[in-house]
């Protein structure tokens, strides 16, 4: 979405056609992976396993110098992935716990689907007011997971994190509207 919104609002790109009009801006401003990525999607390339158009020419190296060398590893790694629930307000914190390690449950399994691996874990918590509140962690330098059990530990981790956090700012504002209503009081009867 984000570069959906730098394509539309900062380039003016609407259409793959305009995409594609625009390759040597996009192969400047992105990183390789993304810009191959781009450059693919604007001639109808997404979606296939094959890097090689119907005419026979590469899409490694789409809109580059072709003396450059590429890595097709790099043109075709998934950078991310990520499993999203929403449900009812709750604030049994042992039940959310079950929730988040149902969530890693299957994150875990889309990862072994998909041959991901993760360096860096983020758990993202929307409250009932729509605030979100989200803390990541970055493994090991070359340290990767994908295994369940790797990442609820990570994620509980985080999560903790978020529930202290909330808790904090919860004390601050009551006792910032204590202090304000003792305020109130004192100025009525002054």
Request: aromatic share 6%; glycine share 4%; proline share 1%.
């Amino acid at each position: 979405r984000v570069t959906q919104k730098i394509l539309q609002h900062v380039f003016r790109v609407e259409t793959v056609k305009e995409l594609y009009e625009q390759r040597g801006l996009v192969q400047k401003l992105f990183k390789k992976a993304s810009a191959n990525y781009l450059l693919k999607a604007s001639v109808g390339h997404i979606g296939t396993s094959s890097s090689t158009a119907s005419d026979g020419s590469s899409f490694k190296s789409f809109g580059t110098n072709h003396s450059e060398e590429t890595n097709e590893e790099e043109d075709d790694h998934q950078k991310g992935i990520s499993r999203e629930r929403t449900f009812r307000p709750e604030s049994n914190y042992q039940r959310l716990q079950e929730k988040l390690d149902s969530i890693a449950d299957k994150l875990s399994n889309d990862m072994v689907r998909k041959k991901v691996k993760a360096h860096t874990i983020t758990v993202k918590v929307k409250l009932n007011t729509f605030d979100v509140c989200s803390r990541a962690k970055s493994l090991d330098r070359n340290v990767y997971i994908q295994d369940a059990e790797e990442l609820k530990v990570v994620a509980k981790d985080l999560f903790a994190s978020i529930k202290t956090e909330l808790a904090t700012a919860a004390a601050a504002n009551k006792q910032k509207t204590k202090s304000s209503s003792k305020e109130k009081k004192k100025e009525v009867t002054d």
